[in-house]
């Protein structure tokens, strides 16, 4: 069992930056490839990016490459999502997943196994 918890989130201008953080309970978090996903009202849920178990690879959704950049601290259970040149469309509720298989991560979200409780990010124009 993961439960995972997203903390970081808040109300910034645009052009403005912010990370999120997502702490994973278990001693198995190092096996797991770990995700962001985000929903903004009234739109599907949508993939943002995803860093596998040894970090050595990471996808991003082209709406935020080169803006944001996923990592992770195998040490202190964390992944981390830094957001940088924020833009009001990045408004969301950021969610963080954990699935052992990549691929669940980017191609079959409702199979990805555990998923946190969500953080706000208001980007304001």
């Known amino acids: 069992q993961v439960q995972l918890v997203e903390s970081g989130g808040g109300l910034v201008q645009a052009g403005g930056s912010l990370r999120l953080s997502c702490a994973a309970s278990g001693r198995t978090f190092s096996t797991y490839a770990m995700g962001w996903f985000r929903q903004a009202p009234g739109k599907e849920r949508e993939f943002v990016a995803v860093?596998?178990?040894?970090?050595?690879?990471?996808y991003y959704a082209d709406s935020v490459k080169g803006r944001f950049t996923i990592s992770r601290d195998n040490t202190k259970n964390t992944v981390y999502l830094q957001m940088n040149s924020l833009k009001p469309e990045d408004t969301a509720v950021y969610y963080c997943a954990a699935d052992r298989t990549l691929v669940v991560v980017t191609t079959t979200p409702n199979n990805i196994a555990y998923w946190g409780q969500g953080t706000q990010v208001t980007v304001s124009s």
């Open positions: 860093i596998s178990w040894n970090s050595g690879m990471t």
